[in-house]
């Protein structure tokens, strides 16, 4: 989660140190940076699996982890917390069944910020021989050497063996004892040419915890050889310490260092690392925090680590193979050598447009909301909160919101119609506040400020009187041909209701990006970046504004962003992005449907709304240095006036990433809390109604 500048260290030293070549990652479902471009780095050296959750769960194992966490650990725990867990429990589990099926041996399950090593204290007063830390594979040929012989039960009742010998050779699940490295001394400057040991958390950081202060340490992690454990034995994982029930021993979880020829140095980084993970379902990391963790009494000083870059340095060299997967014919693959596999080893990857080192005005940015809040109090706003403002927390966005003051919604399409409460639109401003305090940032820049959060609204009364003119315009002009030259005649789904309705959209959108304008030049405030999204529309994925596709921050904020679906040619429901291509998104609607008609770019469609955007908003926001991308991982569906949702929108026209196979009804139970009914709202799209004493029924409405 959010440890690149980590990872890229971990994968070489455990590649030299253990000879790792198999890795199962997966990612953390609230991580704002994406460990693809590090991963992609030892191709030809590794066989690298990236796991998604659909790739080892389904719903219902899921939910029954779930479950299997709250029993194990009780009930109080917070809710993200049981997520957190039963996902990481899921993932040994199939990740240890699929590393058996396919053959392999020693497994290591430990995090990114741990690094085994051998012993050599213990190996030496034991008269054993080891490679030296230096030479590739001493953890793996040590392990292979020393730890296959199983010591047999003869059924008689003694007391164990406890020697270190006895202990590696007892199970396939070496049980390691760990030491916490932080403060105290620490290794800076060059090292071998231009590598600096402050980049590196084996060198950099040689003071821990005393090996018997197991508050600091915490309980052992574990090795398991899965070529030695049956499969029966293999089964769903309820603590990670002990992974393999049948093979390890609970009494085990405080190895001592006299008794292991293994240790795990766990390194808690330096401040910056160590608040970059924002969103650890574990703890809420603060500076406090950090000087807590990196307290350290009667540290003890340990350079056993050092020897291992030099040893990759030498040995990992480039090197060319020949690759015979792409295709039949043999094709030359460029194997990155050390330097390379080392790029910007602890460096801290950027997760966002901002410079974080600017004034608090500079740098801004803003969420805007825009349209008729159709069933807002329990569908929409449940899902804003989750998926819009805690992921966007962080940047401590204001907020804009331009909403129609209309009580009634007649039946149309896909639309039964019914009561609206546009006052529910308000309750935005306090439940932002509040998750603007809980999920913001604590130390540093803009800790702890309140986002402005600023309305205004039409009545439909106001709206004729400031685009009646223009309705009449829309309507009723002629081209040369005798057609009509505004309206989409092109299109059979188009009817009158339907241009007005996207004259309104667009109305209601350039009076949202205009309150921020007007608020921001009040207060002295520079956006530069801004999200444009729809206040009838359940948010069922995060969406943060400062990433692209993958998980990769827009660094140089040049990139706006669509949603993947309902692409007619193109989505138009969303987008965020810089400051100046959403500005043309979202004021020159109206200017820019002149030249198209003038131009007659496209007869017969040119207020159609998403060619319009494709053809000519597109284009403009283009000509001006900026880059449309497609977020696979956004979904959002809209919703009606009778609290239903049209759940497989983001399946229509495109697909969300991964979403063919869930199960909508049970993501919209779990956002808004309560049970809804699924039902067919007509050919091919599924209603989910989650209104109180409503009855939803299949239908063409």
């Known amino acids: 989660m959010d440890d690149n500048h980590y990872l890229i260290e971990w994968i070489a030293y455990h590649y030299h140190a253990v000879n790792l070549r198999n890795l199962i990652i997966v990612n953390d479902e609230h991580s704002m940076t994406s460990p693809y471009s ?179 340490n915490k309980i052992s992690k574990a090795i398991v050889d899965v070529s030695r454990i049956p499969p029966q034995d293999l089964l769903p994982v309820d603590s990670i310490h002990v992974p393999v029930r049948a093979v390890c021993q609970q009494r085990r979880l405080h190895v001592r260092m006299s008794q292991s020829f293994l240790v795990i140095h766990h390194y808690l980084g330096d401040l910056s690392q160590y608040l970059y993970r924002e969103n650890d379902a574990r703890t809420l990391r603060s500076a406090d925090k950090y000087a807590e963790s990196k307290s350290l009494v009667n540290p003890q000083v340990s350079k056993a680590m050092q020897p291992w870059l030099n040893g990759f340095l030498t040995t990992t060299t480039t090197t060319t193979t020949v690759d015979q997967s792409s295709s039949n014919h043999a094709s030359p693959l460029n194997i990155m050598g050390a330097k390379d596999l080392l790029a910007n080893v602890g460096k801290l990857q950027p997760k966002s447009w ?32 989750q998926n819009l403002l805690i992921p966007n927390a962080r940047h401590n966005c204001d907020i804009y919101v331009h909403y129609y003051k209309q009580y009634e919604e007649e039946a149309g399409r896909r639309n039964r119609g019914g009561k609206i409460n546009p006052d529910d639109i308000f309750l935005l ?24 959060i600023q309305f205004t609204y039409d009545t439909d009364e106001m709206f004729l009187e400031k685009r009646k003119e223009l309705l009449e315009k829309y309507h009723n002009t002629m081209g040369p041909d005798g057609k009509p030259a505004y309206f989409p005649w092109g299109t059979k789904t188009y009817t009158s209701t339907s241009l007005d309705n996207m004259v309104r959209q667009w109305h209601s959108i350039e009076f949202a990006f205009k309150l921020m304008d007007f608020a921001g030049k009040q207060n002295g405030v520079q956006y530069s ?71 007659a770019q496209d007869p017969g469609f040119e207020m159609h709304s998403e060619r319009f955007l494709n053809g000519t908003i597109f284009p403009a926001m283009e000509a001006v240095g900026y880059k449309m991308e497609m977020n696979r991982d956004v979904c959002f569906v809209r919703t009606r006036a009778d609290e239903a949702a049209l759940a497989n929108d983001c399946t229509v026209g495109g697909m969300t990433r991964g979403f063919g196979s869930v199960n909508k009804k049970e993501l919209v139970e779990s956002i808004v809390g309560k049970n809804c009914t699924s039902y067919k709202m007509g050919f091919k799209w599924l209603g989910v109604g989650c209104g109180d004493g409503i009855k939803y029924f299949d239908g063409k409405q």
């Open 38 to 216: 590090v991963l992609e780095r030892w191709n030809g050296r590794m066989d690298i699996l990236q796991w998604k959750d659909e790739h080892y769960m389904d719903a219902a194992e899921f939910k029954a982890a779930q479950q299997e966490v709250i029993n194990y650990f009780g009930n109080d725990m917070p809710p993200s917390l049981v997520l957190h867990r039963a996902r990481q429990r899921l993932f040994y589990y199939k990740c240890l069944q699929n590393l058996k099926a396919r053959g392999k041996s020693w497994v290591l399950l430990t995090d990114s910020d741990e690094y085994v090593r051998l012993n050599y204290d213990l190996i030496g007063k034991s008269n054993l021989q080891a490679l030296p830390m230096q030479e590739p594979g001493s953890v793996s040929s040590f392990l292979n050497q020393h730890a296959l012989v199983q010591s047999k039960d003869d059924g008689v009742n003694k007391k164990e063996d406890s020697s270190p010998i006895q202990m590696l050779q007892s199970s396939p699940c070496v049980q390691v004892p760990r030491l916490r490295f932080a403060g105290g001394e620490e290794s800076t400057g060059l090292i071998h040419e231009n590598y600096n040991a402050s980049d590196f958390l084996t060198l950099r950081w040689t003071s821990h915890a005393p090996p018997t202060d197991y508050k600091r």
């Open 354 to 385: 901002q410079t974080y080192n600017g004034p608090e005005n500079q740098d801004r940015c803003a969420l805007c909301f825009f349209g008729l809040p159709r069933a807002y109090k329990t569908l929409v706003l449940p899902s804003i909160v």
């Open 529 to 599: 970046r801004v999200g444009m999204f729809r206040n009838d529309a359940m948010f069922l994925t995060p969406i943060d504004i400062a990433l692209m596709d993958k998980g990769v921050a827009d660094t140089k904020n040049m990139v706006f962003s669509v949603a993947p679906f309902a692409r007619y040619p193109i989505n138009d429901r969303m987008v965020y992005g810089p400051y100046n291509a959403i500005k043309i998104w979202s004021t020159k609607r109206f200017e820019l449907i002149e030249k198209r008609v003038q131009l």
């Open 429 to 452: 401003e306090e439940v932002a506040k509040e998750t603007a305090a809980k999920y913001g940032n604590k130390d540093g820049r803009n800790a702890g400020r309140v986002p402005n």
